[in-house]
């Protein structure tokens, strides 16, 4: 309130020096200004205060909304630097397993060893220049994952089933490579230790408000770490990170990790994106 009423001195002693001689025709049908008045009328001070307050009140909303902008601005960037790092380290962890496949081929001198280099191609030439975009159509995703099958396909042959149903509506769109990380892990967890026939089933649904997918592989009777049934699948945290990010409050994930089978439940409202 003091503040206020210094500004209440300096304004009117400006009116009573400065405006009115300056404008004595404007000021002429108005009631005398009295400068010794109003220094004392407290009721003129109080009907004075709103004028003052008014400016002062629409600089702090200004201001505020202003430091709000910011704010989600500097949120948008943090959200959209640590999507990068994350896929930063997916891309890597899917290339190296993809090279150990090709390498073990090369070392038998296999005639499929330009298939796969082709379907890596295919792969490393979607997860390049095709998941720039934070979201992406359902369908492309579903061809990645039947590329990265045919891929395995040649490295395991007849050790492995795979049953993939789906029923996918154009608009459907995802965040790019999120389903590739558990297709991933199916085969690392479920095929790789596995002596006679390991199983893979996965089921993918999705329209322009939700999609879901599950994926279910069996898992080795016998594996040389006796403790991997504990331990959680590589990528996993990586991909509940990327969901938090992109779906806050809009996803439902249920894992289940028992001696025979690991299964992965994901259930995503995309409401449009």
Known sequence: MGLIYVLYIVYSTYKYFVMIPSYPEEFSYRPPFILRDRFTNFSAYIGSIPGYLFPTVILVIFDYYKKQQETAVLLEQKKTTELNALKNQLNPHFLFNTLNNLYALSLKKSDKTSEVIAKLSEILDYILYQCKDTFVPLKNEVILLHNYIDLEEVRYGDRVKVRFTKKISEDAKIAPLLLLTFLENAYKHGVVEELHIA???????????????????????????????????????????????LYPGAYQLDVTNTKELYRVHLKVKTNGV
């Open 199 to 245: 199983k893979i089933d996965i089921f993918v649904t999705g329209n322009s408000k939700e999609i879901e997918f599950k994926i279910e592989n069996s898992k080795p009777t016998f594996t040389k770490n006796d403790n991997r049934t504990e331990r959680e699948p590589i990528g996993l945290n990586n991909t509940i990170n990327q969901l938090n990010l």
